[in-house]
């Protein structure tokens, strides 16, 4: 898969550190928690707007600190534990139970009949070997984000969870961030729930290759650089 962008992880980090605020708001809303751009400026910069409910306060500092988390531990190896302590970070404080684990019952998803198999009946293990040994960066790390989401390993938070576990191997490699744009969520569902349903992760692939990463070229971050970054 052709790379769209060619960071250094440096400027990569660098980079999505300038997109936090927006990272945190697409993430928050793809997982259906419905917060505008301004209440999670706010949020982040510790204003009480009045507006965000007690939960959803919960949820934008779970991915807060989920995000400082990748950002800070971007050069560990991906494992399954490692994708378990970001569920950790993403939902604590939340109700959601098992927190850091995965779950023990099954669930069911908005949209579709199809039911994800328990966790006792997969091996993720395995399947996240396999994917890792696939060398093309761009579509081990769009692999990861489809599968995560697919596999529906934990009672909630999945799909901040996979946006995460993606967006740490894309800075990590250089190759920007990827996220769900706001107003393209109704169409990304709909290419989740065919994946969901056939397994063929195809289209739901090239979707998100169209429409869904971000970067940043060199000239533009020399610029960035001199201006620093405004924020969180």
Not at 132 to 154: A, E, K, V, Y
Not at 185 to 203: A, S
Request: charged share 30%; net charge negative.
């Amino acid at each position: 898969m052709e790379r769209k962008y060619n960071m250094t992880k440096e400027d990569n980090i660098f980079f999505a550190k300038r997109k936090l605020v927006d990272n945190i708001y697409k993430s928050a809303n793809l997982e259906g928690i419905a917060v505008t751009f301004a209440d999670t400026v706010d949020f982040l910069n510790d204003v009480n707007n009045g507006k965000l409910s007690v939960d959803n306060m919960f949820k934008l500092a779970g991915l807060r600190d989920a995000w400082q988390m990748i950002l800070s531990t971007i050069d560990e190896p991906l494992t399954i534990g490692y994708i378990k302590n970001i569920h950790f970070e993403v939902c604590k404080a939340q109700g959601v139970r098992p927190l850091g684990d995965f779950r023990r019952s099954g669930v069911g998803i908005t949209g579709t009949t199809w039911r994800p198999k328990l966790p006792s009946e997969c091996n993720y293990e395995q399947e996240l070997k396999e994917i890792l040994d696939n060398p093309d960066d761009l579509d081990r790390t769009i692999d990861l984000f489809c599968w995560i989401q697919r596999s529906q390993m934990f009672q909630d938070g999945n799909k901040r969870v996979a946006n995460l576990v993606a967006n740490k191997e894309m800075i990590r490699n250089g190759l920007g961030i990827l996220n769900v744009p706001v107003e393209l969520i109704g169409k990304y569902t709909y290419q989740l729930i065919k994946f969901y349903e056939t397994g063929d992760n195809t289209e739901i692939k090239e979707f998100i290759y169209n429409n869904c990463l971000d970067g940043i070229n060199e000239k533009e971050i020399e610029s960035d650089k001199t201006k620093g970054i405004k924020g969180i």
